[in-house]
Structure formats: structure tokens, C-alpha cells
């Protein structure tokens, strides 16, 4: 072989190479410091990934904005979201705020612009606003991804696999959630957290089909739209109640619960949820990344212990970062090759969707003090409708 075809065939070997190699997509942040900020590290999803080229962060606040440019590495920097979103034309957004005011409009205009999003939690306000967004995904080929870290998690996947093929705990039968129940006990701690929990119950038993919830105010009176307040430090849209008490079913008898009540926060806790089956019973410690615990009896001795059914349910190196980035790392892997799979990913709008609708058809049905069936039929939320 001559040098002329050595040269030829190397330089074909490196076009195949190159046009083999996944896209590298192109990330813009949006922020709003003050108004729900980054959220759980949502300036930093995209930094340091080698399949991603960070472009710009917008944030209306100019401290704000230069301190979102230097963690995530964007070499711009824009006062008004739209205008980055037609100037730079990205392939994917990160929809930071923690408070969902704006969720909405910042992510209808990112699928407006032709980008997949990835948005903090909660989602949107209502069920309506969902519906829009989901459909225009759906009209425009693109991906949402929502930080429900938990539901792209080694160990919630294995765990989900054995409870399909019923090998770890048989039968599921029911599915027991509890809240932090801190402070924001009730209404807000059900807003915020529970999300999580009804997205994770709608992973393993299927949509929800009815809901029945009981909410009252701290001195025990079941809540009134004129009770509507707002939560203590965040813009969530209105709510009611101190004590929650939700109860959803599911198909094949399945049915799931919820609660959150300060005076329960030492008995009932921790945050996260157990799972009953007709063999066994399943705890899971809700973190960003969660912990599993498997209940063994012997004898009259009940104890819980770590389950490492599989090397692949092993936790990450927490080393590797803290846990909202670890976690957001896991969950933007899963959406990425979701884009090129052209699949749902498993933290994806249409599953969060179905978790904020059943936060929704809690204080619908405790309004009503009746059953409500699942999906919605009123798709606005009774506190901002």
C-alpha cells in the first residue's frame, strides 16, 4: 500500500468516525434570580458534558446572570429569554426557576423555537397548562424531561423490573407515600414534594384512575376556596390546608396514599414510600438519589435492610458531585438518548404531567368533599381557575 492510500483510507476512516459520533447539541439556560432562581442546580445540567455546547444563560437580573454565566460555562449572556431563543437557536433548553410561575410560558416558548427542554420541578400549575405544552411537543417532534431525578435511577429501575415480573415482592397491593411534613406541611409540602412520590406510584402501578383526599386547615376544618393562600416563600399558585390525607386508585386493585400532617412528622416519616405487595414490602427513602430498603422477617423480628439485589442498584459515588447534580446528570443522560431514540424519556412532561394533575385532583376533590375521576375533567386548578 502506497502512501497516497494509506492517506485516503485514514481519512475515510475518520469521516466515518466523525459522522458516526452522537450530535453535539447546542444548550441554552434560562434563569430568573429572584423569582425561583436555578432550582436544583438547573445552571450547571449542561457544564462539562462532552455532548453538549453550553451557548448562553438569560436571566433578567444582571448579577444574576453574570454569576448563572460563570457556573455553567456560557459564553453569553441575555436580559430577556426570548430574544436568546431566536438569536441563538438552540437545540435544547434547561428551564431553571424553582417556582413554576413561568414554567409555562418559558417552555412553550423553547418548543415554539424548535428545542427539547429540560425543566426543574413542579412542572406547570394545572393540568390545562400541560395539555397545551404536551401537544405541541408531540406536534413538533421534541423531548420534555422534567427533574423527577428519581424515576431515571439505577435503583428505581431495577426495582420497577422486579416488581413487574413480581420476583421481588409478588402481587403490588398498595402503595404507602408520606410528605417531609416540615414546615410547609400540607398543602405545600404536597405541591413540592409529592410530586415526586405520585410520578414514582404512576411508575409502577399505571395512571391513576380515581382520587379521594381530605385536606383541612391546622384547626381541622375542611378547606374552603376561601381559605386559598399561597405557599410560605414560593410562588406555587394558590392552595389550602395544613393536614392532607389523599387516597388514589389504581388498576388490579392497586391503591396509593399520601400524607402530610406536622404532628405525624417523627411517626409517619421519612419523606418517601413504601410499597406492600402480596410477598414482601419495599421502603423507599426519597432523596435525589433514593435509598431502597427491603423488610425481612425472622421469626417475630421485623428488620429492614439494604437491598442490593444487583451491582447496578448500587448508588452512585456521591464524590462524583452532590446529589442534584449527580442526579440531574443521570436524568439529562436518559433524555439525551431519548432524543436520539426518538422515545419517551423516563423523566419525561407527559409522567410529571400525570403527577402534578393528581396534586391537582387532590384539592379538586377535597373542594368537592367527593370521588373524582381520573383524568380531570375540569383541566384548570380550582385555587387559580
Known amino acids: ?152 435511577t439505577p435503583n428505581i429501575l431495577l426495582l420497577k423490573q422486579k416488581l413487574d415480573d413480581k420476583s421481588l415482592i409478588g402481587d403490588l397491593c398498595e402503595m404507602r407515600g408520606v410528605g417531609k411534613q416540615d414546615h410547609r406541611a400540607g398543602a405545600e409540602d404536597m405541591t413540592v414534594l409529592a410530586c415526586h412520590l405520585y410520578g414514582l406510584m404512576q411508575f409502577f402501578a399505571g395512571d391513576p384512575q380515581w382520587c379521594f383526599a381530605r385536606i383541612e386547615t391546622k384547626e381541622g376544618k375542611p378547606i374552603t376556596l376561601a381559605d386559598k393562600r399561597g405557599a410560605l416563600k414560593e410562588d406555587l399558585g394558590g392552595m389550602a390546608g395544613e393536614r392532607v390525607h389523599a387516597t388514589f386508585g389504581f388498576a388490579n386493585s392497586v391503591v396509593g396514599t399520601f400524607i402530610s400532617r406536622a404532628e405525624l412528622r417523627d411517626q409517619a416519616g421519612p419523606y418517601g414510600m413504601t410499597l406492600v405487595g402480596s410477598k414482601g414490602t419495599v421502603r423507599i427513602l426519597a432523596n435525589i438519589q433514593p435509598k431502597i430498603l427491603v423488610l425481612q422477617r425472622q421469626g417475630t423480628n421485623d428488620t429492614w435492610v439494604n437491598w442490593a439485589d444487583d451491582p447496578s442498584a448500587h448508588l452512585l459515588d456521591p464524590a462524583k458531585g452532590d446529589q442534584a447534580h449527580v442526579g440531574n446528570q443521570i436524568t439529562i443522560d436518559d433524555l439525551l438518548a431519548a432524543i436520539r431514540e426518538n422515545r419517551e424519556p423516563h423523566s419525561s412532561g407527559a409522567s410529571a404531567a400525570i403527577g402534578n394533575e393528581m396534586v391537582q385532583a387532590c384539592f379538586a376533590s377535597a373542594l368537592a368533599q367527593q370521588r373524582l375521576k381520573l383524568p380531570l375533567e375540569k383541566r384548570t386548578h380550582p385555587f387559580d381557575g
Open 1 to 152: 500500500m502506497n502512501r497516497r492510500h494509506f492517506t485516503a483510507l485514514a481519512l475515510a476512516a475518520t469521516t466515518v468516525r466523525a459522522a458516526d459520533a452522537p450530535k453535539k447539541l447546542r444548550a441554552v439556560i434560562i434563569g430568573h434570580t429572584g423569582r425561583g432562581d436555578y432550582g436544583h442546580g438547573m445552571d450547571i445540567v449542561f457544564a462539562h458534558r462532552s455532548d453538549v455546547e453550553v451557548l448562553a444563560v438569560a436571566d433578567p437580573d444582571e448579577a444574576g446572570r453574570a454569576n448563572a454565566m460563570k457556573s455553567s460555562g456560557a459564553p453569553r449572556g441575555y436580559a430577556d429569554y426570548h430574544e436568546m431563543l431566536a438569536k441563538e437557536k438552540p437545540d435544547i433548553v434547561s428551564i431553571g426557576p424553582r417556582w413554576n410561575n413561568q414554567h409555562f410560558a418559558m417552555t412553550k416558548a423553547a418548543l415554539e423555537a424548535g428545542a427539547h427542554v429540560y425543566s426543574e420541578k413542579p412542572f406547570v400549575r394545572c393540568a390545562a397548562d400541560s395539555d397545551v405544552l404536551l401537544a405541541l411537543a408531540k406536534q413538533k417532534g421534541l423531548k420534555i424531561g422534567v427533574a423527577h431525578q428519581m424515576r431515571s
